[in-house]
């Protein structure tokens, strides 16, 4: 637990920490928001005081990432994962091909999907080395004639992250940010669409957010469900059904706190200092612990590393809980140690953990 408050030190991967002043004030806000006698979830998704919530996040979020006019902004549900079908249902036809930049287990589940519409290749891979890093830039060839490029842009599993993006020319690019989306300023314009389940560094679960180019949406298929038509969403401003009203006015909370921490420079200023302290014990431990990222490749938000010996790392985690941090697991497929440091994981958490796992090598190496 934190000192000063009962709330723990949250590492979680996803769902994660929220910024407590958003949780202060969703609470004082709860049962009757703002005179209208009811919450949120109590109110049409129709009436004016939802669509000013709806309408304000989506502005928000366009100024907050400087998302150019010719894209739109949706808030979709069925998270990252739907996307995955989605994208090659509206953008890949039985025969065309689409390139998959291999990083990890969410470019595997994306690619999977894929397949199952057109004819996905694999631009790179890093999965031979275990997919600790990012590949080259250099290394990768595009087929001038793919559908679209795909990339994860940070391998929530892995602990690995992109700084620079590939020049995939004429052929559309994609990105799955779901774990390091509005961590830092990105040019939006690299990207024919952006997508990102919100619950780590945008808000709860169940809203994912798509951020897509109007042109290239005018090239989507129009012969699918309605319901994962991205024009769907477009045309009725994300509301054609019941849109997860409670999550979309968190966001837009989530949001206004990211423009009160000063916006995305400032933001990824401390994202920075905050993987810093934590990789510097690691990189100042003589081996106790170890990275599993090649320090090129390494992420802001997930940081992954095994303690040396495999019984001190069972250790390492009971002791860790005990003392108040909470989500220091790796993820099921890949075990070890990983501590997600998304936006609203204050800079007091990192220090204390890289307090912690000082003391903790003291005492038992
Ligand atoms: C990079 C990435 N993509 C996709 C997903 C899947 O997201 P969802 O659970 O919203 O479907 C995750 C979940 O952790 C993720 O980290």
Partial sequence: MNQTNTRAYNFNAGPSALPLEVLEKAQRELINFRGTGMSIMEMSHRSSTFEEIHNGAIARLKKLFSVPDDYEVLFLQGGASLQFSMIPMNFLNAGQKAGYIMTGSWSEKAFKEAKLFGEPYQVASTKENKYRNIPSLQDMQ??????????????????????????????????????????????????????????????????????????????????????????????????????????????????????????????????????????????????????????????????????????????????????????????RSVGGCRASTYNAVPLEACQALSNFMVEFQNKHQ
């Fill in 142 to 331: 595009y087929d001038s004639d793919a559908a679209y490029v795909h990339l994860t842009s940070n391998n929530t599993i892995y602990g690995t992250g992109w700084f620079d993006f590939p020049d995939t020319g004429d052929v559309p690019l994609i990105a799955d940010m779901s774990s390091d989306i509005m961590s830092k300023p990105v040019d939006v314009s690299k990207f024919s669409m952006i997508y990102a389940g919100a619950q780590k560094n945008l808000g709860p679960s169940g809203v994912t957010v798509v951020i897509i180019r109007k042109d290239f949406l005018e090239t989507a298929n129009t012969e699918i469900p309605t319901m994962l038509k991205y024009s769907t969403f477009v045309d009725n401003n994300s509301l054609y059904n019941t849109p997860p009203t409670f999550g979309i006015y968190m966001l837009g909370e989530v949001l206004n706190w990211m423009e009160e921490k000063g916006g995305l420079t400032e933001i990824a200023k401390l994202n920075e200092e905050k993987a810093k302290v934590i990789y510097d014990v690691i990189d100042h431990s003589n081996g106790f612990y170890t990275g599993h990222a090649s320090p090129e490749s390494r992420s802001l938000m997930n940081i992954t590393f095994r303690v040396a010996d495999e019984e001190l790392e069972k250790q390492f985690l009971v002791e860790a809980k005990e003392a108040g941090f909470v989500g220091l697991n790796g993820h």
